[in-house]
């Protein structure tokens, strides 16, 4: 199946009370490791890339190439969003031009009169593009590729008036933070969520942060409109723990060093399973 904009996938997670994990990817093996799992588990499945990770892999380009030559050659058959996550207004237009099915466009830093024009202006540009849009209003907590967030509580106003401006889906802050969550954190804020549910009524709402937050609140902030969900530090951590131990363990380099594939396959087997966990969390397995 070809790339796919987000649209569809949101509709359906709101109408079957579930969310679709976006999962940030930033190499080969990664990409590999959720779309395999995405398609043992018939789950529809969006790829976050930041620009970070885009400038990494040397570009929007190869990243879209690499994605579509991927689903082909692995035959994968779910819906699969290749999506910009925290774009900037540059970085949104590069990635829809190189062929993104979905972008963010994180206007969150900007005044709220400047997020509006230039959310606006990336949705008409999306369109011409067939690819689905998502915004930000207030700040995630922590640090993500560099993005600071002071974890602020979004406005529901001005959630309503930028889920007006022709977006797809709208990540709001609730308490959020990107990172592993601190001893002391309050917990997602969800008389905020349901107030920005009840002025934005059907938009599908998208929980930033996902690592780590316990299993009850993600079922709750679903059931209060939360659609997409993404994930990136608990991959991370899984993948750093296993090549750790593939390393102290000394499987092979004494004789020739590390065989790069052998390397990276235990922390692609633990992306797998965090993938899969995530998942069975978000109720998205066998919704593709
Ligand atoms: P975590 O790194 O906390 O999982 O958050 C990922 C994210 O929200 C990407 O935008």
Not at 2 to 27: C, D, Q, S, T
Not at 101 to 129: C, H, R, W
Not at 172 to 195: Q, T
Request: aromatic share 6%; net charge negative.
């Amino acid at each position: 199946m070809p790339l796919v904009n987000a649209k569809e996938m949101m509709e359906k997670a709101r109408e079957g009370h579930y969310a679709v994990g976006a999962f940030n990817i930033n190499n080969l093996e990664w990409t590999k490791a959720i779309l395999q799992t995405a398609e043992e588990l018939h789950a529809p499945v969006m790829l976050g890339v930041s620009e970070g990770a885009n400038k990494y892999m040397t570009g929007y380009l190869v990243v879209a190439e690499m994605v579509k030559a991927m689903i082909k050659t692995l035959n994968i058959t779910v819906p699969v969003a290749l999506h910009l996550d925290h774009g900037t207004y540059e970085g949104a237009k590069k990635a829809l031009a190189a062929g993104y099915s979905s972008v963010m466009f994180d206007g969150s830093k900007y005044p709220i009169d400047e997020n509006i024009e230039k959310t606006k202006e990336i949705v008409e540009l999306a369109k011409q593009y067939n690819a689905s849009v998502e915004a930000e209003v207030g700040a995630i907590g922590g640090e993500e590729d560099g993005v600071k967030g002071n974890g602020e509580l979004a406005d529901p106003n001005q959630c309503k008036v930028i889920a007006d401006c022709g977006i797809d889906m709208l990540a709001a802050g609730i308490g959020n933070i990107h990172g592993v969550y601190p001893a002391n954190w309050k917990g997602l804020n969800f008389d905020v969520l349901a107030a920005i549910k009840a002025k934005c009524g059907d938009m599908p709402l998208v929980l930033h942060g996902g690592t780590g937050i316990p299993e009850d609140m993600i079922k709750k902030a679903i059931s209060l409109g939360v659609c997409k969900i993404n994930v990136n530090t608990e991959c991370q951590l899984a993948f750093a723990k296993a090549t750790r131990l593939y390393i102290e363990e000394g499987k092979d380099h004494e004789k020739k060093g590390f065989d790069p594939r052998k390397l990276l396959a235990p922390g692609a087997e633990a992306i797998k399973e965090t993938v899969k966990q995530k998942m069975e969390m978000f109720g998205c397995i066998n919704k593709a």
